[in-house]
């Protein structure tokens, strides 16, 4: 008797209620938003913001990152859509999957940074806040791929390895023999699964980063963006999927160098501002003596309250106004 020990893929990843089509793919994003600006909000109540500020961001950060997203794969995998024999009208089909998220985060910034100025958060404020969640909203959106039977790598013998099926793409599921047996088409390494664990792993990191060190406002973020790119990179080069390379590496490869730079510019850029020498005139709020509550990442994150606040969210909603003059500390607190 032999023991199986590979991954196996679903055979379907779409199901209908009536006429109306219902994406497992789709499920998997929203999931993902859904846990994220959950997360989001309770991070940032814990630090002084109103309940909901989240959520009233988010509703300009999501429309903004699901185009961003698109538009990024449109440009770097331009040949399905416009290339000889492409359906340009596919391009707005992103159930069928192809979301950047490179573009999601570019194009989410810019709406996080307009919902936060109507909503009295700082863009900084929010950014920390939100990046572990983003990670594990990541990590949920890449099991649409599983149910795709997509983003894997090279075939491998290993006890994990993924059996993936021959897939029609248009129906949503598992091309099958004449038998109606779904169709094999082998064994691969479930990178899929691989940057999920990372996107996770990651997330944790963040939290306990912001709990046990004293951060600037912002760099919370900026280890994220420094972050993901390093599994990126690796988990990029495991894929076998197509994709257009530039001198010998895939563009994704050469973007996540250039995001990984981009994070470490901002840590350096957060962690000075911070430094500022008009902040270091200002009198601090923890001086001996004084009876002002430090303010933001960098004045709570090592203090003994901070320390406090691991436990349940049962603390007193801030006073309003007393929110919307302070802002929401984020880096400490690692509530899941």
Known sequence: MSLTTDIPSP?????????IPIRAYALCILAGIVVAVWWTDRRLVAGGARKGVALDISAWAVPFGIVGGRIYHLITTPQPYFGPGGHPM???????GGLGIWGAIALGAVGVWLGGRRHGVTFKDFA????????????????????NNEIYGGPTDLPWRLKVYEWDQAL?????????????????????????IWCILLAVALVQLGRHRRLA???????????????????????????NHILGQRVNTWVSILVFLLGLALWIRFGRAE????????????????????EGPAGDAG???????????????????DAAGRRASTEGDGRA
């Open 172 to 196: 949503g599921h598992a091309v099958t023999d004449a038998s109606g047996h779904p169709i094999v088409k082998g064994y691969f390494h479930p990178t899929f699964l691989y940057e999920a």
């Open 90 to 96: 596919d391009a707005f089909a992103i159930w069928n």
């Open 217 to 243: 406002s912002g760099q919370v973020f900026a280890a994220y963006v420094m972050g993901y790119p390093i599994g990126r990179i690796v988990i990029e080069n495991m894929r076998s999927d197509s994709a």
């Open 11 to 19: 055979t379907q990843g779409v199901w209908y209620l009536g006429p």
């Open 275 to 294: 430094r500022s020498p008009s902040a270091a005139a200002a009198p601090r709020p923890d001086a001996p003596g004084s009876t002002d509550a430090p």
């Open 128 to 147: 920390d806040a939100a990046a572990p969640g983003i990670l594990v909203a990541q990590a949920m959106g890449r099991f649409g791929n599983y149910f």
């Open 303 to 321: 203090d003994d309250s901070r320390e406090r606040s691991d436990g349940p969210l049962d603390r007193e909603p801030a006073a309003p106004g």
